[in-house]
């Protein structure tokens, strides 16, 4: 049997599950792979502390540059995070001649179509099946499985700390911050929390998934982001009252020439099975032409799913040299030459439903001139509720728009708010309908 | 570009979905794969129905030799069904040097043994995407995806028919009959359903997934099945009180010498994602020890999605055919030499808990004679539900056990039946209890 040489770039929790799995499944995956997948190095700058795994006296080394050099080396795994000495080593051990597998979904959102021609240029693979939903083959979906569907939308919940946080608000009523301090306690959420709660993590991944679903390149920049700081209990109450349930969610929808792509808290019906995605799970739907809905479902994270799609990917690259092929299927799904620049929609131009609430003050006439000015801006109602006074004299006023265009909603919401009558800036939630089979 | 040339036997249905996806897709199959599909003949002996779709004048035949003789051909479809001239027709086309792509469940689940082994003699592919879940990549995920898993348990609903019956039957309280009758209208049933709801369909599925799920040979004999002609809107009300939702499920579970591997219609709390399946839709649960709980969901028949499973399997085959490349992925998930023969658990020794709903006479004592034999045979009781006398003047008793042996349960259930104070055969429904994450 032939033996795949791997070093592994990070030795924190992803790397230790991946490290974890080589050693404790060393006999499930020869007999399924047929080649010893040998773990040759693994490299950090902390060579002390204990990670509760016996990987041998000689593995363990400091010196990165020793692994990405080494001529027996055949694949790099790289789980240091973040985008600089990341995104160095990578890009050494492509030019180096090595195959690389990365979970870096900010890395590869930021500079994938970067890495993906110094992958092309010097014949190697770059794979990346834990960089978003955890353990869900959604990578090798996109690339493997869906390859004669065009892909018309995708809807997903892609970072488990959110939908913990939502999930908790919803079910216990806490308010965000309560929620993000129990996500903290229970290790859901970071100390430092806004690259998930800020929605930021959600658009990266969301970054890869628009690039392998539509064969363009790989834009960040342009997908418009707001994370779930600013959901409260009363809303997800009304949200309830209306039949809805309010998920952080990843768009994307393709038209003639052109691509939504957007992450913000939505309202979804129930007959939307992502809205059954409770706790820390992450779910992607994908409504494409010839399967119609489908959905994968899993754990988004955490150190054994993602060291589980980690070795996914190495069984996949030892595959290719056992077959003594490589780069069989393209990084992003197509040939590099057959990857477009697809513009994404700005969001001014969208048009969707809006979930509307508005803090008013107790005056005649405040409804009529909220509809007044909506009407106006061609946006209509296609439902109303107001609730009593609470107790600080405010009247919420909550309403559901047929379809409207962001430009008016947003132009609508800002000539509402210089009014007198209404106390706060009003919040707005879109709703995404969706029609299961 | 090379040129792939496949040929199709067996124009109907599916094989109408395969033909159109290669001929509407064909842009985007050349964009993605870096190869022409050329669709070079369709065999069927039925070659003057028009299927709607204009494939030229030349490709549809009636002789099959013709395809899987042609020395031009690299891969055939085998769309035809059944288990007799399908069966020698794939045979015929290994033989050939043909890699070949079927959706055929039933011919899997009994002879797929066979063929593998006539596939791997002939040193080609044998594909089957297609065969389980319709468009859902549940082969391809067991295959290649959860390679450094154990799987340790699958709950699957694979039969769209059942699915969508039951949950007629739980939306409108419609009984079976009706049920089944508005399924045949919509075209979810057949005319002679036995195959469906009968639950033989669904167990040709399973035969296959625990093969790939443990490595080992594909055995269908051993399934336990039952179908879900007995269900009625009682027992699917009573389930809804205990919080319970009604599936026909495939379930297998790995021990350390054998497997369990079951069909029958289960109770399963409102927690497991499967209970949210309803209508037509099918999903695969799986339990591995790395990933943790995952699913996948999606249409399980039809043309189309059906049509896509196949696609994906031929472009995996004809990206190997670029890549110089065969057998890259061993055809159920293991090298043949490493399959293994595991025993499938006899259900008299199964473990579980039970539902069970005797149709008493309202005597006195009737209650204490029923919960008498069942403590004489181990069984414990966790809840008993007893309902008024209905019309009939029988009163229905409702029980849900604690774990107890199968065979201790049939042996009480003959005991309690003799009894003159019951009326019918009890019901019984396995219940699944699950841990969601």
């Given at each position: 049997?032939?033996?795949?040489?791997?070093?592994?770039?990070?030795?924190?929790?992803?790397?230790?599950?991946?490290?974890?799995?080589?050693?404790?499944?060393?006999?499930?995956?020869?007999?399924?792979?047929?080649?010893?997948?040998?773990?040759?190095?693994?490299?950090?700058?902390?060579?002390?502390?204990?990670?509760?795994?016996?990987?041998?006296?000689?593995?363990?080394?400091?010196?990165?540059?020793k692994v990405f050099s080494d001529p027996d080396i055949h694949i790099i795994v790289e789980t240091i995070g973040g985008k600089t000495i990341a995104k160095d080593f990578i890009l050494k051990a492509l030019e180096n001649g090595k195959h690389v597998v990365t979970a870096n979904k900010a890395l590869l959102a930021d500079f994938g179509n970067e890495l993906v021609k110094t992958a092309r240029h010097n014949q190697v693979d770059l794979a990346f099946e834990a960089s978003c939903g955890g353990c869900m083959p959604i990578i090798k979906s996109l690339r493997e499985s869906l390859v004669a569907n065009d892909i018309k939308s995708?809807?997903?919940?892609?970072?488990?700390?959110?939908?913990?946080?939502?999930?908790?608000?919803?079910?216990?009523?806490?308010?965000?911050?309560?929620?993000?301090?129990?996500?903290?306690?229970?290790?859901?959420?970071?100390?430092?929390?806004?690259?998930?709660?800020?929605?930021?993590?959600?658009?990266?991944?969301?970054?890869?998934?628009?690039?392998?679903?539509?064969?363009?390149?790989?834009?960040?920049?342009?997908?418009?982001?707001?994370?779930?700081?600013?959901?409260?209990?009363?809303?997800?109450?009304?949200?309830?009252?209306?039949?809805?349930?309010?998920?952080?969610?990843?768009?994307?929808?393709?038209?003639?020439?052109?691509?939504?792509?957007?992450?913000?808290?939505?309202?979804?019906?129930?007959?939307?099975?992502?809205?059954?995605?409770?706790?820390?799970?992450?779910?992607?739907?994908?409504?494409?032409?010839?399967?119609?809905?489908?959905?994968?479902?899993?754990?988004?994270?955490?150190?054994?799913?993602?060291?589980?799609?980690?070795?996914?990917?190495?069984?996949?690259?030892?595959?290719?040299?056992?077959?003594?092929?490589?780069?069989?299927?393209?990084?992003?799904?197509?040939?590099?030459?057959?990857?477009?620049?697809?513009?994404?929609?700005?969001?001014?131009?969208?048009?969707?439903?809006?979930?509307?609430?508005?803090?008013?003050?107790?005056?005649?006439?405040?409804?009529?001139?909220?509809?007044?000015?909506?009407?106006?801006?061609?946006?209509?109602?296609?439902?109303?509720?107001?609730?009593?006074?609470?107790?600080?004299?405010?009247?919420?006023?909550?309403?559901?728009?047929?379809?409207?265009?962001?430009?008016?909603?947003?132009?609508?919401?800002?000539?509402?708010?210089?009014?007198?009558?209404?106390?706060?800036?009003?919040?707005?939630?879109?709703?995404?309908?969706?029609?299961?089979?």
């Open positions: 049997m032939k033996t795949i040489n791997i070093g592994i770039l990070g030795y924190g929790v992803v790397g230790t599950g991946v490290a974890k799995l080589i050693k404790e499944k060393k006999k499930l995956l020869e007999s399924r792979i047929g080649a010893y997948l040998n773990l040759k190095y693994i490299a950090d700058i902390d060579t002390t502390t204990d990670r509760g795994l016996d990987i041998g006296d000689t593995i363990l080394i400091a010196d990165a540059k995708m809807s997903a919940i892609l970072n488990g700390t959110c939908n913990f946080i939502l999930t908790k608000i919803s079910k216990d009523g806490s308010q965000f911050d309560d929620a993000l301090k129990t996500a903290q306690e229970l290790g859901y959420a970071e100390a430092e929390p806004s690259l998930d709660i800020d929605g930021h993590d959600t658009a990266h991944k969301l970054a890869i998934l628009n690039s392998l679903a539509h064969g363009m390149e790989i834009n960040l920049e342009d997908i418009h982001v707001e994370g779930i700081r600013n959901i409260t209990p009363v809303d997800i109450e009304f949200a309830r009252t209306f039949g809805y349930t309010i998920k952080l969610l990843a768009i994307s929808k393709i038209h003639d020439d052109h691509v939504e792509a957007r992450v913000h808290p939505t309202m979804i019906p129930k007959s939307n099975p992502l809205s059954h995605i409770d706790k820390s799970m992450n779910a992607v739907a994908i409504d494409a032409d010839a399967t119609g809905q489908t959905m994968l479902y899993g754990h988004g994270a955490g150190m054994m799913p993602t060291a589980s799609a980690v070795l996914s990917d190495l069984a996949d690259i030892a595959r290719n040299i056992i077959s003594q092929t490589k780069r069989r299927v393209p990084i992003l799904g197509y040939p590099e030459d057959n990857i477009k620049k697809i513009p994404i929609l700005s969001m001014k131009e969208l048009y969707t439903r809006y979930y509307l609430r508005f803090d008013a003050k107790d005056h005649p006439g405040v409804l009529a001139k909220i509809s007044g000015i909506l009407g106006e801006n061609n946006i209509s109602i296609k439902s109303v509720h107001q609730k009593g006074r609470n107790s600080s004299g405010k009247v919420p006023v909550v309403m559901i728009t047929h379809v409207a265009k962001e430009e008016w909603v947003q132009k609508a919401l800002n000539e509402i708010s210089t009014g007198k009558s209404i106390l706060d800036r009003p919040v707005v939630i879109r709703i995404e309908e969706t029609n299961q089979e």
